[in-house]
């Protein structure tokens, strides 16, 4: 998984090296062995005082930065709050690099955390604080995220139910208890939230396409009109059996701002159109993301 697991209070330290390795062509497509015999000793030379550079490094590696070119997110200033951790001066985390989304979690550190805001993610590793806090719908939406993450599946159901009415448990309960009518509600509280409105019509679809078009139909212009949207609506149509109106759709132009690696929904949507209707009109090259000419 190109992953390591680093142990608390512990810190590791390497140098890499990268470049250009020129090796005779007989040599590394030959044999294995040989040709491993053959990199290694061309690479050698180029690589024999990694360890002197590294020895110079770490000897600047803690000393304080004369000049910040750019410094990352608050998170690290936040976690240190928290701790009272002392960390090198080669790697500060200043108090002003917290931004509205960390501070917002600064109140938890005095046992309370104020629902006046949309959540956002959830600090699991902050899990014995949540669970101390005072009661709030908020506090009680992100001690079930954490308790979720933690394996306690039951208890996270019960602490996203306290949360109560709100769009974010509600869309936790639908997806984790396959209530349609829980991601039902989570719309009507904020059918804005395009996200949110796009997973509930694809599991209304999978259920009962009515639904579905129920979930559609009330959906304010300026989001029905979101990319996100229109691409469920195609899906809509092509499980009623509409490949018309799914191909119409698809000819005026959906333009996606993200796609999950390996997927390519547009393309599907086409050609499974171009099925229903008996036809074979060509991907069009704007809906192709296929990879290593996969359809």
Do not use: C
């Not at 119409?248 to 499974?272: K, S, T």
């Amino acid at each position: 998984m190109e992953h390591l697991k680093l142990p608390g209070a512990t810190s590791w330290s390497w140098l890499e090296a990268y470049g250009r390795l020129s090796v005779d062509p007989a040599v590394v497509h030959g044999d294995w062995e040989s040709a491993r015999r053959g990199a290694g000793a061309v690479l050698e030379p180029l690589v024999e005082d990694l360890a002197d550079r590294e020895r110079e490094w770490l000897a600047v590696a803690d000393s304080a930065p004369t000049e910040q070119l750019a410094v990352g997110s608050g998170w690290g200033a936040l976690e240190l709050r928290r701790t009272g951790w002392e960390v090198s001066a080669g790697t500060p985390f200043a108090e002003e690099t917290m931004g509205p989304r960390e501070l917002a979690w600064l109140p938890l550190l005095d046992g309370r955390l104020p629902g006046d805001g949309d959540p956002d993610g959830t600090l699991v590793g902050w899990t014995d604080l949540l669970e101390d806090a005072e009661d709030s719908w908020l506090v009680w939406y992100h001690r079930g995220v954490a308790r979720w993450h933690h394996g306690d599946e039951a208890g996270a159901v019960e602490a996203w139910k306290r949360s109560g009415e709100n769009p974010w448990a509600l869309r936790n309960l639908a997806l984790t208890t396959g209530e349609l009518a829980s991601y039902e509600r989570a719309v009507e509280l904020n059918p804005r939230l395009v996200p949110l409105v796009a997973e509930a019509v694809n599991a209304a679809l999978e259920v009962d396409p009515e639904r579905a078009r129920a979930i559609l139909d009330r959906l304010p212009a300026d989001v029905s009109s979101d990319p996100r949207i229109r691409l469920v609506q195609v899906r809509y149509l092509l499980a009623l059996g509409d490949a018309a109106a799914a191909e119409r759709l698809l000819d005026e132009g959906i333009e996606l701002a993200g796609v999950r690696e390996g997927a390519n929904p547009l393309a599907e949507y086409w050609q499974r159109t171009q099925e229903l209707l008996g036809t074979d009109r060509p991907v069009p090259a704007q809906y192709e993301f296929g990879m290593f000419g996969d359809r």
